[in-house]
């Protein structure tokens, strides 16, 4: 699975901006057709992303697709113009329901036949921004084996549910913990929200961290001096991925002499911890620390 520490969305009438997206290392870059297009210029926007997929270099960045939600009457136009252009992955909006992953997801194969390309090969990434898809997350999350990775979308959901966004994010607390642990229960990346102060690099390092402590594979971003400090919060350090290191190597050298249960620096190791310690050294990896 690709490393998603960041997700740069960036609008997908701007061309300029999308050029300069992918000279930053961001993991992933998104080029959106919903909420940064207005609805007279849909058509436009997805010209020029067909363009820049066509015609750009992205490198080892990963490059996704936002369409626009199912029954708003652009998405079914955004996938059969966009998709021949091959991106690496899809992000729906507005997930409401397993229904909405199976309609995308024939849609895509239909694509893939069309184009010969290998079946399956092209994920989706379910953003979920409303009460009703927080409440339909195990559906969603095994709707199809193309799905990779649950978003949750704050300010939408906060808006749905009547809620006043904060900085604290008290009020979406419950939405992240549950879209995690659905995504955990999946075997799929959990994405967290978007920091919209795109001033406040404090408060956006303060919450990619805790993000990163919660659970989250990566983070959404919307501006490119947000990508570093937010891959570097999904990134063990140094000393983090060499107590891993530790807790394998001691497991390994206890589990020979028939010790199931051992101490390092005073703290208990058992299996949890080890699961911990694999997660870490996979992160690690998969971010070319290792």
């Known amino acids: 699975m690709r490393v998603r520490r960041a997700i740069l969305y960036m609008p997908g009438l701007d061309r300029e901006k999308i050029n300069k997206s992918i000279t930053l290392g961001v993991d992933s870059i998104c080029m959106d057709m919903e909420d940064a297009v207005l609805l007279a210029r849909k058509q436009e926007a997805r010209e020029v992303v067909i363009d820049a ?69 092209i994920p989706i990434l379910a953003l979920v921004e409303t009460a009703r898809g927080i409440t339909n997350l ?93 891959q570097e919060a999904f990134t063990p350090d140094s000393e983090t991925i060499e107590y891993a290191l530790q807790i394998i190597n001691s497991y390994e050298i206890h589990q020979q002499s028939g010790k199931g249960v051992f101490t390092i620096n005073g703290k208990m190791i058992e299996a949890p911890t080890l699961k911990f310690a694999k997660r870490i050294l996979a992160r690690a990896q998969a971010a070319g620390k290792i």
């Open 53 to 121: 997929l066509n015609s750009l270099d992205f490198g080892r960045t990963e490059k996704l697709i936002r369409i626009n939600p199912i029954n708003s009457g652009f998405e079914v136009d955004d996938l059969v113009s966009v998709l021949p252009a091959h991106p690496d992955g899809v992000i729906i909006p507005k997930i409401e329901q397993r229904d909405h992953i199976r309609w995308v997801s024939d849609r895509i194969n239909i694509i893939e036949q069309q184009q010969q390309w290998h079946i399956g090969d």
């Open 138 to 230: 195990h559906s969603i999350a095994e709707a199809d084996p193309r799905v990779s990775a649950l978003i949750i979308g704050a300010e939408d959901l906060a808006a749905d549910i009547g809620a006043t966004r904060t900085q604290g994010g008290d009020e979406v607390f419950y939405a992240r913990s549950a879209l995690i642990t659905h995504a955990a229960s999946a075997g799929l990346q959990a994405i967290d929200m978007v920091f919209v102060d795109i001033n406040d690099m404090v408060g956006l390092t303060h919450e990619a961290e805790h993000g990163a402590k919660m659970g989250f594979a990566g983070k959404q971003i919307i501006h490119p001096k947000q990508v570093n400090p937010v």
